[in-house]
């Protein structure tokens, strides 16, 4: 699965029925949004201003401001889109006849592979999760339920321990991976991202004491 600037949102059906100007807003967000997830794969997260962004899509830096309140907030727009990719792959996977352990592990190796091919997208992400203001951390969860996805398949697997809740086994495995991700892109960018996170599950899967 190979991420490259997605599609701008095609305007549905039920659009059509918007007003002239409420469909213009949405193309316009639509072209900001690809904009500035270009200029941040060519010239990096921290070097691409809003007035970059604003510039380059031919729109008023308040403009910009208007449609994402924080440079930062684009990236929830591109989160979103990660993870409807990972719900597609999953749905692939699971036609094909995987079981959920499998299709799990399957997951974890495309985010591993989305992580290595967006380093430079993928740590500001993270920090949005995990970010100090409650409002920006929220909005980063709902536009990137990560554990969202990873809890059908914990509860398919039947083979999950019953004294803790499967939903705060799957926030753990979800913000391992975030954690993980973030150390690697720290410390360790010249490794395989695969291996550290395949290191990783498997500590939150099997636990830490000896058994």
Do not use: C
Not at 12 to 33: A, F, G, V, W
Not at 53 to 66: D, E, K, L, Y
């Amino acid at each position: 699965m190979t991420l490259s600037v997605p599609a701008p949102k095609p305007l549905l059906h039920d659009d059509l029925k918007l007003s002239l100007r409420e469909r213009q807003k949405i193309r316009r967000r639509n072209r900001i949004y690809q904009v500035a997830i270009q200029l941040f794969k060519e010239n990096g997260f921290d070097k691409t201003t809003a007035t970059d962004i604003a510039r380059t899509a031919h729109v008023s830096r308040g403009t910009f401001f208007n449609y994402y309140p924080y440079k930062e907030a684009v990236l929830l727009d591109y989160g979103a889109y990660i993870v409807s990719s990972l719900n597609d792959v999953i749905e692939e996977r699971r036609q094909a006849g995987l079981d959920a352990a499998a299709m799990l592990e399957e997951l974890w190796l495309e985010l591993a592979r989305v992580t290595q091919e967006e380093r430079d997208l993928i740590p500001p992400l993270t920090y949005e999760l995990i970010n100090p203001d409650p409002i920006r951390a929220k909005a980063a969860y709902e536009a990137m339920p990560l554990a969202k996805i990873i809890e059908p398949l914990l509860r398919e697997t039947h083979k999950i321990r019953d004294d803790v809740s499967v939903e705060r086994i799957a926030a753990t495995i979800a913000y391992t991976f975030l954690m993980t991700a973030l150390r690697w892109s720290a410390f360790h960018p010249n490794r395989p991202v695969k291996d550290e996170l395949k290191k990783a599950l498997t500590l939150v899967l099997d636990g830490a004491y000896k058994r």
